[in-house]
């Protein structure tokens, strides 16, 4: 009887580190999303305002 219970604990306590671990990984996904669509805001501004310069000409162009 007394290992029967000592198995629940066991896997209780098993399913209950399983369940932090996942909130926790949704959590670290949320926040590089985050992080992702910031820098992909950001560069997608920097492309807008910059230039280059043609190889083949050498005038300066604005990058669409």
Known sequence: MS???AAIVMLTAAVVA???AL???QRTAA???RQ???LDAYF???RKNSIRR???TGR???ED
């Open 3 to 5: 290992l029967e219970i």
């Open 18 to 20: 399983l369940l932090i």
């Open 23 to 25: 909130d926790d990984a």
């Open 31 to 33: 926040r590089w999303k």
């Open 36 to 38: 992702h669509d910031l």
């Open 44 to 46: 997608t501004q920097y």
């Open 54 to 56: 043609d190889r083949k």
């Open 60 to 62: 300066y162009i604005k």
